[in-house]
């Protein structure tokens, strides 16, 4: 270990935030707490089993970081961005609210704060105070793999409107909020978890688009920002990540835009980083670019790598301690703000709960209900039949990228095998549709599948068929083509067909008007599924409206 003082490294431990495995604290998370004094903690899917069991959790990091000494509560954070990146959200655990871009396909700001409202209780209660929401990208690029229906709007007008929403009720509910992914992650079709997008727009097209929702914030004082691994070589000069840019970090988030808050970085263990700079290097680039607080996901070795690193580097003088207590103050003040005191963190868990989450069923109904929306290129939506057999095609479940598809979920098995061809949701779907109807034929389709002719003789004689598409548009335009093929096999029975987007509400684009309805989901959530299947057979209308354009790049 570094021949810092206990002070010093004491002081460096709270710029970082770690996470760890399992649903019991960890040895390597007590180590990191007690030895080297990390000051927050991010928990994932991995580490939440019930609501109470989460609270006991925290109680229990929370005690050893007063056992060690440390002068505050750590910051306890969660990707909880509702819709498909909701960490927080399992059985028994915080409820399934809508995401982003479902949310904004309702028009209404009211039930996003509503929604927003619920789930910072929820967190609150668990001993969670810190949150990786909002999600403040602007879509600009329907084929962008990682953010897609976790932004709000290609509309940085629509986008700024829901984003200050969302950050007013988790500061409401004393839950921190963090704006995500500075200077913004949308306009791009490269996913920063496995290389590092190049984004080529100067800095006066980035103030027209993508800055407008993170001004928007910075003017409210949002709590916390977090930058994003992308580079932007027109307004840096360069391919330095963003999170590790002090063009970015320093001169345009805190000296253009005045922001005062807490600079959070992504996690440094994405390829966008890793795969050049290393999580250890990286964090220490990042703490000189003017970063507050680094995040490493994942790895114990790279923990204590990057601890290390920042020792070496504050003893070598190439990151100043002065900066550091500096920035240890905008730590300091964000934690009596939102953690608050020791007493303030160890509380009982609330019995109330139980009562809160049956309410929050409800509004998670009503919320999913008025989300679903019509596609605009599609034919009149008309409710389906529910009399005789229903033919549900859904396809094979792919990965879509690391931030929605949970590590500890393996598609896979040992031998490269798709574990579960179906996925979980796609087969509540089936047995929610079952419950309208007769009979129902699932069928999991896959790339250069053709109709068969049995297939083919039960489309034309269904009473119903429902064509689900996941992400379809360009790399899954397999989807697209048994589409075509399933309308060419019901010929003048069409009539009985719709197709339902399941995700990004792009994939039928390229097809131009479509001689079918059809609608999005924005989500393959169950209970957006569930929302779906009840639009489909008239048992609530279809109401949402689109809140991005719906043209092909």
Known sequence: MSSLTEAERREVGQHFVFGFHGHQVSDEIKTLIRDYYLGNIILFKRNVESIADVHRLTSELQALAKEAGHTRPLLIGIDQENGLVSAFSIPGAGTQFPGAMALAASGSPELATEVTTATGKELKAAGINWVYSPVADVNSDPRNPVIGVRS???????????????????????????????????????????????????????????LVPFEALVRDDVASIMTGHMALPLVTGDDTPCSLSRAITTDLLKGEMGYEGVVVTDCLEMEAVAETYGSEGGAVRALQAGADIVMICHRYERHVGALEATYAAVKEGTIS?????????RIATLKDKFAGSWDDVFTSFPASVVALQQKHQLLS????????????????????????????????????????DDAEDQLRDAAGNLRNTVGPSYSAFAKSIAQRVPAVEHVVYAPNEEISGALSENLRAAGSVIFVTRNGYEKGAWQVDLFKKVVAAMGDRSSKLIAVSSCAPYDLLTLGALPIPAIATFEFTVPALEAAAAAIYGEAPVSGTMPVKMTAV
């Open 152 to 210: 709000y709007s290609d509309d940085p007008t629509t986008a700024s409107r829901f984003v200050k929403a969302v950050s007013a009720a988790f500061t409401a509910q004393n839950v921190a909020p963090s704006a995500k992914h500075f200077p913004g992650h949308g306009n791009t079709h490269v996913d920063s978890h496995l290389s590092l997008p190049r984004i080529l727009v100067d800095k006066a097209s980035l103030k027209t688009t993508e």
């Open 365 to 404: 109904r009503r919320a999913y209900a008025v989300s679903i929306s019509h596609l605009p290129n599609s034919q009149v939506f008309a409710p389906l039949s529910n009399v005789g057999l229903a033919v549900l095609f859904t396809p094979r479940m792919e990965s879509l990228n690391r931030a929605v």
């Open 321 to 329: 301690m002065d900066a550091l207590k500096a920035s240890g103050v």
